[in-house]
Each structure stands twice: as structure tokens, then as C-alpha cells.
């Protein structure tokens, strides 16, 4: 190769962003776009034919997108994918910061002990105490912000799509499976993994939160092929097949063609699940999961056992719901036609302030029956 200016650091054109959520018009115009979570990825460029290829591969319709601000207009597609094949690029494709943003650019940016754009000591720490991420105010401190740079093998041209997520669950698990694997594969190895769109769940201080976080999941080959050393190669997807990286005696991670069909995912079956509308539907799409082996996590598991017991619930006669509480709840559920949020507020009016998962069953029965009659709608 020709010389080089030693001083430049070199990186990889960004192609566009793979997002995690949106936002839609507020009901009050005077309030800012209301945030909205996706349930698969939204893929967003510049450039509308890297959009229509996202299209092409893994679903949805291509639209035309004005990020907030005053940026260009992009394009965007969300698409049908709750998991997308990928390759983490050379170098270290991770950067993790405690980050303050407005109008006017990046206000802070910190490792969360020194604040570097002002060379301080970290200021929301000592404004708000060490755990400042959960207990200062919203838009006041600094946001945990986490990049992963990765490489789409099934896209055109050669550049890289950045992830962005403010999680905390996600920023400890990325950065522990990106060490890892480029620990033991090498810096300077293409790596191939799966991002994925995990939906959890958390109960604290009495309250149940449901949020997705990004995971970064080895594709192709065992852990303990990983750890030792020894990967064998495996596919990056798209027919294509990564360039060949010496690691010593490491083999290069190649593209085999695949021998049979891929399994089906934990989150393919949940997608059928939540598009039946009746029990009988539901406990085959329990069943054929079961005979494929998966392994759903805990929250897929437990989002999988309420959409059994909603569509149930909704086929049970009046009388067979008597004395039951949770049975009753999800005919309620079942039969309201808002959303889970406005349910609970409305719910709370009705019987004056008492929470559903307190109610008694007098209480939830009247309830279920101003719901059928359209009075609380």
C-alpha cells in the first residue's frame, strides 16, 4: 500500500442508522413529537436506494422522514425484522459516553468521572449523586449514550450503520460482548454477529416497565470456539463472505452456503402470537414452538403466557370468570378498545383510585361490563 498521513484517523463511511423507535405527532400540538417504541428496526439514511435495499430484504414500506431539528430530510423504512445479521468492523466499533445535548451541539460529554469538553469533574455527579442516570431530572442531565458501529452484509457499498441507544442494560451488555469477542477473535478481525431487538421486562418500586434493549449476539459459532480460539468459519449473511483475516492460527471467518432452512426465532413465533385472534390459534403457535426447541428469554416467555391468557380469558362464558380476578382483568383487556396506559387511568376513575391489581372482583366485574356497554370508552 501507498503512505499514509500517520495522523489521520481513518473510519469507514457512515451509511445511515438503525434505530429502535420513533416518534409521532402529540395529541396537543403545543407539546413536543411523543416518543414511540419499536418492536423492529427502523433502518434511515440519506440515501433512499440503501433504504429501498433494507426494504428489500427484511419488509416494511420505504417513506420519506424529517429527523427532529433542523436536519436534512432522510429516508426511512421500519421494517419487519426484530433481528438483523451483521459484522462488527475492524478496530474497536464501540464508543460509550454520559452526553448533554441541545440546539447548539453536544454541551457535555463524559466517561463518568471527568466531563472532557470542559475538563471537569464529572458536574452531574455532583449535582445529583452517583447514581444521576436514574434519579436526576429528565432532559436535565447527561443521557447514557452508546454507538455500535457495524457492517450490513446484505446492504450495497462498504460503510458502516451506527446504533444508538441510551439504555443502561444496553450499554453493559454491548460493551462486555464486543470485549469479548474482539478479546478473544482479534481487533482486527471481521466478526460476525446478530443484533437483536430484545423486549424485557422490570418490576421496581412496585411498578412493571416493559422496554427493549439492544443485544449483540455471536453468530456462527460456539462460545467456547470463540474462547479457545478456535471459531470455525461462518456465515455473515447476504451470500457474501468476509475478507479473509489471519489471527495467527485463528481461521478467517468465511461464508458457507447453508446446508437447510434456518430455524425460526423465539421472536417470529411471538410476532404469530400476537397476530391470532383466537386460543386454538395461540396453543398451535405455542406448540409448534416448543417441537422447534427454542430458547426464549424470561419477557418473551412471560409476554407469551399473557397472550394465552388474554385470548382465553375473552372465550370464557361470564360465569366461568367469577371469583378470578386475573380472568377477569383480561376479559377487560381484551374488550377495551384504547390503549394499556388509558385502560389503567380510566380504571382508577371508576373505582375511585383503587389500582387494577389491587381490585376486588365486584370491582372488576362492574368495570368489565361499563366497558362492554361502551360507558367508560
Same mark, same amino acid.
Given at each position: 500500500?501507498? &503512505?499514509?498521513?500517520?495522523?489521520?484517523?481513518?473510519?469507514?463511511?457512515?451509511?445511515?442508522?438503525?434505530?429502535?423507535?420513533?416518534?409521532?405527532?402529540?395529541?396537543?400540538?403545543?407539546?413536543?413529537?411523543?416518543? *414511540?417504541?419499536?418492536?423492529?428496526?427502523?433502518?434511515?439514511?440519506?440515501? $433512499?436506494?440503501?433504504?429501498?435495499?433494507?426494504?428489500?430484504?427484511?419488509?416494511?414500506?420505504?417513506?420519506?422522514?424529517?429527523?427532529?431539528?433542523?436536519?436534512?430530510?432522510?429516508?426511512? *423504512?421500519?421494517?419487519?425484522?426484530?433481528?438483523?445479521?451483521?459484522?462488527?468492523?475492524?478496530?474497536? =466499533?464501540?464508543?460509550?459516553?454520559?452526553?448533554?445535548? &441541545?440546539?447548539?451541539?453536544?454541551?457535555?460529554?463524559? %466517561?463518568?468521572? &471527568?466531563?472532557?469538553?470542559?475538563?471537569?469533574?464529572?458536574?452531574?455527579?455532583?449535582?445529583?449523586?452517583?447514581?444521576?442516570?436514574?434519579?436526576?431530572?429528565?432532559?436535565?442531565?447527561?443521557?447514557?449514550? @452508546?454507538?455500535?458501529?457495524?457492517?450490513?452484509?446484505?446492504?450495497?457499498?462498504?460503510?458502516?450503520?451506527?446504533?444508538?441507544?441510551?439504555?443502561?442494560?444496553?450499554?453493559?451488555?454491548?460493551?462486555?460482548?464486543?470485549?469479548?469477542?474482539?478479546?478473544?477473535?482479534?481487533?482486527?478481525?471481521?466478526?460476525?454477529?446478530?443484533?437483536?431487538?430484545?423486549?424485557?421486562?422490570?418490576?421496581?418500586?412496585?411498578?412493571?416497565?416493559?422496554?427493549? *434493549?439492544?443485544?449483540?449476539?455471536?453468530?456462527?459459532?460456539?462460545?467456547?470456539?470463540?474462547?479457545?480460539?478456535a471459531a470455525q468459519p461462518v456465515p455473515v449473511g447476504g451470500g457474501q463472505t468476509?475478507?479473509?483475516?489471519?489471527?495467527?492460527?485463528?481461521?478467517?471467518?468465511?461464508?458457507?452456503?447453508? !446446508? @437447510?432452512? =434456518?430455524?425460526?426465532?423465539?421472536?417470529?413465533?411471538?410476532?404469530?402470537?400476537?397476530?391470532? @385472534?383466537?386460543?386454538?390459534?395461540?396453543?398451535?403457535?405455542?406448540?409448534?414452538?416448543?417441537?422447534?426447541?427454542?430458547?426464549?428469554?424470561?419477557?418473551?416467555?412471560?409476554?407469551?403466557? !399473557?397472550?394465552?391468557?388474554?385470548?382465553?380469558?375473552?372465550?370464557?362464558?361470564?360465569?366461568?370468570?367469577?371469583g378470578d380476578p386475573d380472568l377477569i382483568w383480561q376479559q377487560i383487556v381484551a374488550?377495551?378498545?384504547?390503549?394499556?396506559?388509558?385502560?389503567?387511568?380510566?380504571?382508577? $376513575?371508576?373505582?375511585?383510585?383503587?389500582?387494577? $391489581?389491587?381490585?376486588?372482583?365486584? %370491582?372488576?366485574?362492574?368495570?368489565?361490563?361499563?366497558?362492554?356497554?361502551? !360507558?367508560?370508552?
Amino acid at each position: 500500500m501507498g &503512505s499514509r498521513i500517520i495522523t489521520l484517523q481513518r473510519q469507514a463511511r457512515e451509511l445511515g442508522r438503525l434505530r429502535t423507535g420513533y416518534s409521532v405527532p402529540n395529541d396537543d400540538p403545543s407539546k413536543r413529537p411523543r416518543a *414511540v417504541r419499536s418492536q423492529t428496526w427502523i433502518i434511515s439514511s440519506h440515501a $433512499e436506494h440503501y433504504v429501498e435495499a433494507a426494504a428489500d430484504v427484511w419488509g416494511g414500506t420505504v417513506e420519506k422522514w424529517q429527523p427532529q431539528g433542523n436536519g436534512a430530510p432522510q429516508w426511512r *423504512v421500519i421494517t419487519k425484522a426484530a433481528s438483523l445479521d451483521a459484522i462488527l468492523p475492524p478496530g474497536d =466499533p464501540l464508543s460509550q459516553s454520559y452526553e448533554l445535548w &441541545s440546539a447548539g451541539g453536544a454541551q457535555r460529554r463524559c %466517561d463518568g468521572m &471527568s466531563e472532557t469538553l470542559s475538563d471537569q469533574p464529572c458536574l452531574c455527579r455532583a449535582q445529583w449523586g452517583e447514581n444521576f442516570h436514574e434519579t436526576a431530572p429528565r432532559d436535565r442531565a447527561c443521557k447514557m449514550t @452508546t454507538r455500535l458501529n457495524v457492517i450490513l452484509p446484505e446492504m450495497p457499498d462498504i460503510g458502516a450503520w451506527r446504533v444508538e441507544t441510551h439504555s443502561y442494560h444496553a450499554a453493559n451488555e454491548i460493551a462486555a460482548a464486543v470485549d469479548v469477542l474482539k478479546g478473544s477473535i482479534g481487533t482486527e478481525a471481521l466478526i460476525p454477529v446478530r443484533l437483536r431487538i430484545e423486549q424485557r421486562t422490570r418490576v421496581a418500586q412496585g411498578k412493571t416497565k416493559q422496554f427493549p *434493549v439492544v443485544a449483540v449476539e455471536l453468530r456462527g459459532s460456539t462460545a467456547g470456539q470463540v474462547l479457545a480460539g478456535a471459531a470455525q468459519p461462518v456465515p455473515v449473511g447476504g451470500g457474501q463472505t468476509s475478507a479473509a483475516v489471519e489471527q495467527g492460527n485463528k481461521p478467517a471467518l468465511e461464508a458457507p452456503a447453508p !446446508a @437447510t432452512p =434456518p430455524v425460526p426465532t423465539p421472536e417470529e413465533f411471538l410476532a404469530r402470537a400476537r397476530a391470532v @385472534t383466537t386460543f386454538a390459534a395461540f396453543k398451535t403457535i405455542w406448540n409448534e414452538a416448543a417441537a422447534a426447541g427454542i430458547s426464549p428469554t424470561q419477557a418473551q416467555t412471560d409476554e407469551m403466557t !399473557a397472550i394465552g391468557k388474554r385470548l382465553k380469558a375473552a372465550e370464557q362464558p361470564p360465569a366461568a370468570l367469577a371469583g378470578d380476578p386475573d380472568l377477569i382483568w383480561q376479559q377487560i383487556v381484551a374488550a377495551w378498545p384504547g390503549t394499556t396506559s388509558e385502560l389503567h387511568k380510566r380504571f382508577l $376513575e371508576a373505582s375511585g383510585g383503587v389500582a387494577s $391489581e389491587n381490585a376486588g372482583v365486584e %370491582d372488576l366485574t362492574n368495570f368489565l361490563a361499563q366497558v362492554k356497554a361502551g !360507558a367508560v370508552a
